[in-house]
């Protein structure tokens, strides 16, 4: 049943090659295909739901801050595999948000990863097994790490 469910969503992009190269990494690793592509646009799927970014008709600047999507948040199996994804977003240069927080930026007992797209879209990455989590580093007596 599908009733209620996300259908897809829709993001302008200022830079189509550049938002493919980021989306089209990220959502292949989250099991997502591509599904439809176009001059000005592209679009990956996984299940009833897809995504589409599409070539911006100008070069309004996005700022998730303002009215309007703020971010988009995707499940992800494990705590190790919210890593491996970091590690694999950072080395093709993408930042990590809330780093001095990070993977407790969401609250001790939420378990994510927060990034930007191309545009400044954030992008969270949400660990669902929590049993696999790796261990907090130590804490001094004091509090500090």
């Known amino acids: 049943m599908t009733r209620g469910a996300l259908h897809h969503i829709e993001l302008y992009v ?12 990220l959502l292949g690793q989250l099991g997502y295909r591509p599904y439809q592509e176009w001059d000005d646009g592209m679009s990956w799927r996984l299940g009833p739901t897809y995504l589409v970014f599409v070539q911006a008709p100008d070069d309004t600047d996005f700022d998730r801050r303002r009215p309007g999507l703020n971010h988009l948040a995707f499940h992800v199996d494990t705590a190790e595999e919210v890593e491996e994804l970091v590690a694999h977003l950072r080395s093709r240069g993408t930042r990590l948000l809330y780093e001095d927080r990070h993977p407790y930026a969401g609250g001790e007992d939420h378990y994510a990863a927060f990034m930007e797209d191309p545009d400044g879209v954030k992008v969270e990455l949400v660990a669902d097994d929590r049993t696999t989590e790796p261990p907090r580093p130590p804490t001094a007596p004091d509090g500090r790490a």
């Open 14 to 25: 200022s830079d189509l090659e550049r938002s493919v190269a980021f989306w089209g990494f």
